[in-house]
């Protein structure tokens, strides 16, 4: 499966993004999606993840309840919705296709990842 990322961009603290992750040539339908953040200086850790039916989400204790993902199968996309967005989240964010249906942490079945998105945010 190939995942192409995009959404990303120049925005003002307090302000909303929406990242979106299109899926292609595989069964989208059957993984589960994660979205990374990696930011300058830092190791590559997760955001947010999704179970294949978006019925189950899982996301990481720093995000504080300002992020919410969600996927549409019927479009193979995974959106990551980014509210009350601040400096301190300004990273290159991936989307990534697990081997799995169901969320499993920490994720180490990652069988494709997207480029990448830049997310700034400025105070």
């Known amino acids: 499966v190939q995942l192409q990322a995009s959404g990303g961009g120049l925005v003002q603290a307090g302000g909303s993004l929406r990242l979106s992750c299109a899926a292609s040539g595989g069964a989208f339908s059957s993984y589960a999606m994660t979205w990374f953040r990696q930011a300058p200086g830092k190791e590559r850790e997760l955001v947010a993840a999704?179970?294949?039916?978006?019925?189950?989400?899982y996301y990481a204790d720093f995000l504080k309840g300002r992020f919410t993902i969600s996927r549409d199968n019927a479009k193979n996309t995974v959106y990551l919705r980014m509210n009350s967005l601040k400096p301190e989240v300004t990273a290159v964010y991936y989307c990534?296709?697990?081997?799995?249906?169901?969320?499993?942490?920490?994720?180490?079945?990652?069988?494709?990842w997207g480029q990448g998105t830049l997310v700034t945010v400025s105070s």
């Open positions: 990534a296709a697990s081997s799995a249906r169901q969320i499993i942490v920490p994720v180490t079945n990652v069988i494709s």
């Open positions: 999704i179970n294949w039916s978006g019925v189950s989400a």
